[in-house]
């Protein structure tokens, strides 16, 4: 349960208040916007590096596969949430990627109590939504021109609709996908 991957993954977790704290407190806003990217950013590394390292090492675990996506969906959530807040995303956005990340989840662990959940297992569009809003996010947080010329907003507003459109994609996929096993029987025991 502790080594270097699911540590990575648990700082994930503990960045959450980080993030919260830097849109909470009286901190001049740019202090807030370049303090709220670097957290958002080692966060997305981690993201990487603790995957990669648990296969690398041989270190994965039920445990990591569980706590992995949840402190994912949980600092993109709250990212989203400042973000709606400060009038960086709409708020049709954030509850169509917050709302695909409960559906899909809820999905996943119904067709494992089936002996199904190879079928939504993660894909390419799954991996794509998850870069184009690992990329979006910062730059929204960052919301000012980097080195002075590439427009964080503007091309971080471009990224998190097309986020939004894969998020909608990928979960039409996933239950495109579930769909045979929930109506052979999956949807009975109710």
Known sequence: MFNLPNLLTWSRLLAIPLLMAMYSLPIPITTSNIA???IFAMAAITDW????????LGLTSAFGAFLDPVADKLIVCTALVF???????????????IGR?????????WMATMGARASVA???????????????????????????????????TW???????????????YL???????RAGGGTKL
Not at 49 to 56: I, P, V
Not at 87 to 95: E, K, P, Y
Request: with cysteine; aromatic share 10%.
């Open 122 to 156: 993660v894909n390419w569009l799954g991996k794509l939504k998850t870069v184009s809003q690992l990329i979006a996010i910062p730059m929204l947080l960052f919301n000012d021109r980097l080195f002075g010329v590439i427009d964080c907003h503007l091309f971080g």
């Open 176 to 182: 495109q996908r579930a769909w045979p096993i929930l």
């Open 101 to 109: 990340e409960i559906t899909i989840s809820a999905l996943r662990e």
């Open 83 to 97: 973000l709606v807040e400060l009038q960086r995303v709409d708020s049709i956005i954030a509850v169509i990627i």
């Open 159 to 173: 990224l998190i609709v097309l986020a939004a459109v894969l998020t909608v994609w990928s979960m039409l996929y």
């Open 49 to 56: 590096f603790d995957g990669w390292l648990a296969r690398r």
């Open 36 to 38: 709220a990217t670097a």
